[in-house]
């Protein structure tokens, strides 16, 4: 059994891709990119240029679908999944190999940006609203609910 490798902080190269296999299964295919990191001489943790690390990613059914709808280019994500080698021969004959991360689980990081999700969820604004009591200022009346401190 493969281990499971994490790769906790990686941009998106390209948006995904999302294809159907013929048994009509969603495969998705996007590339990451993550740069090491290393100390200084005076002891601070700095970009390892040297020592970057490009990754195939495929992911299946829905996380696929979810992908391609929720991730664009140079988006920050976290990717868990098994490494696996994809192998092949050109037509010239050339033997071929990639390493590819088969993603169980992707996570987009809002530390640059929000991403939507769903066309439905609720809109927020600025000002209460007008039948909420706890924040326009408004008391119920008598009874154990008039005190101003929710009942909580």
Do not use: Y
């Given at each position: 059994?493969?281990?499971?490798v994490?790769?906790?902080?990686?941009?998106?190269?390209?948006?995904?891709?999302?294809?159907?296999?013929?048994?009509?299964?969603?495969?998705?295919?996007?590339?990451?990119?993550?740069?090491?990191?290393k100390?200084?001489?005076?002891?601070?943790?700095?970009?390892?240029?040297?020592?970057?690390?490009?990754?195939?990613?495929?992911?299946?059914?829905?996380?696929?679908?979810?992908?391609?709808?929720?991730?664009?280019?140079?988006?920050?994500?976290?990717?868990?999944?098994?490494?696996?080698?994809?192998?092949?021969?050109?037509?010239?004959?050339?033997?071929?190999?990639?390493?590819?991360?088969?993603?169980?689980?992707?996570?987009?990081s809002?530390?640059?940006?929000?991403?939507?999700?769903?066309?439905?969820?609720?809109?927020?604004?600025?000002?209460p609203?007008?039948?909420?009591?706890?924040?326009?200022?408004?008391?119920?009346?008598?009874?154990?609910?008039?005190s101003?401190?929710?009942?909580?």
């Amino acid at each position: 059994m493969l281990p499971i490798v994490t790769v906790p902080e990686a941009r998106v190269v390209n948006d995904p891709e999302l294809r159907f296999a013929p048994s009509g299964v969603a495969v998705g295919r996007f590339r990451v990119v993550c740069n090491g990191i290393k100390k200084d001489g005076d002891g601070k943790w700095v970009s390892d240029d040297d020592h970057t690390l490009w990754l195939s990613v495929t992911c299946f059914r829905q996380l696929a679908e979810n992908c391609a709808e929720s991730l664009r280019k140079g988006d920050l994500v976290s990717v868990t999944g098994k490494l696996e080698t994809d192998e092949w021969e050109t037509e010239a004959g050339e033997k071929r190999s990639r390493t590819v991360l088969v993603a169980d689980s992707v996570a987009a990081s809002l530390k640059f940006r929000m991403i939507p999700h769903g066309a439905g969820r609720a809109e927020r604004t600025s000002e209460p609203s007008s039948d909420d009591r706890w924040q326009s200022g408004g008391s119920s009346s008598g009874g154990e609910g008039s005190s101003e401190d929710p009942p909580f």
